[in-house]
């Protein structure tokens, strides 16, 4: 009787305690059905409708709008997006996990303020960051001047959007492989090294396989911003190669809005499988932390 009375209390606190935490996530709620889910309501409406700026007066039902996706500038425009997007995925997939397993393996203490230092950049306005590596790229820039010489144009060329990318994006793959490697149970190494495994075959048969969970999010993480944004391609490229966020952002300037709904819808469900594909890997949300 006595447990059963303690059960019961037990439960009398958490019912008032559970129904205080659902108050206190009401504001968020709010502001995603405001922030988020609205915009993507009016988005997905203004795909059927033409109409001229945000004037709804005699809007009408169309479908119209579609053959815009069918354009040569938005077939080159998702081109270059996939191109620069996988590129640099790649890059920074190499890297990164280089980066990690170094991190990993190495002996040092403060393993949690190297990681810091890494992931650090990703605090800062990324607007800032590229502007600042734009002047680097430009022939006379602070370096060239103190050191006397003339460094080459890379504005506007492709090696300058893809050097922007990787910049940008690398600490992004860095955090989840590191994660997924802290998360392998090092009596696994051990195991395979006693049944006679060289570290080459110890990395490849075992570290390897259960680090791919970090690689899968790393890469969503990476590919995603890159093949949606703007801001690198506009500012680095010049204006000279377009990818699709930049013919979104040019369309949502020039007010040509259902355009541009169309194509960020597609983004959007880009983004959605993207996320789909990322809990089928990480359920737990473990590389994400």
């Known amino acids: 009787m006595q447990k059963n009375h303690k059960s019961l209390k037990l439960n009398e606190i958490d019912i008032p305690h559970t129904h205080h935490l659902e108050r206190l996530s009401t504001p968020y709620l709010v502001w995603l059905y405001v922030l988020a889910l609205l915009p993507m309501l009016i988005l997905f409406c203004l795909m059927f409708v033409n109409t001229e700026g945000i004037d709804l007066d005699g809007a ?3 479908f119209k709008n579609f053959l815009h ?5 938005i077939g080159k425009a998702f081109y270059n997006s996939v191109k620069f997007s996988f590129l640099t995925t790649v890059i920074c997939l190499f890297f990164g996990y280089i980066i990690a397993y170094s991190l990993f393996r190495s002996k040092i203490k403060f393993k949690g303020g190297i990681l810091l230092l890494l992931i650090l950049p990703m605090w800062t306005n990324i607007l800032l ?7 680097v790229m430009q022939p006379h820039n602070m370096i060239t001047n103190l050191l006397g ?3 080459p144009d890379l504005l506007g060329s492709d090696i300058a959007i893809l050097i922007g ?3 940008t994006y690398l600490p992004f793959v860095i955090l989840p492989i ?6 392998i149970d090092p009596s696994l190494e051990e195991a395979a090294l006693d049944l006679g495994m060289t570290d080459f075959k110890k990395f490849w048969k075992v570290v ?5 969970k970090g690689m899968v999010t790393g890469s969503i993480m990476v590919f995603l911003p890159c093949f949606s944004g703007f801001a690198v391609p506009k500012i680095l490229g010049g204006g000279k190669i377009l990818l699709i966020g930049n013919i979104i952002e040019q369309d949502f300037s020039n007010m040509n809005y259902n355009y541009g709904s169309i194509l960020a819808v597609i983004i959007l469900i880009i983004i959605i499988g993207s996320i789909l594909i990322i809990n089928k890997f990480d ?6 932390v």
């Open 60 to 62: 009408t039902f169309t």
């Open 69 to 73: 996706i069918i354009e040569p500038s």
């Open 129 to 135: 960051r590229i502007e600042a590596l734009s002047n």
């Open 149 to 151: 010489i003339t460094g």
């Open 165 to 167: 990318l990787v910049f």
């Open 178 to 183: 590191y994660t997924a490697l802290e998360k």
């Open 208 to 212: 390897f396989p259960l680090s791919t």
């Open 283 to 288: 359920k737990e949300g473990e590389m994400l």
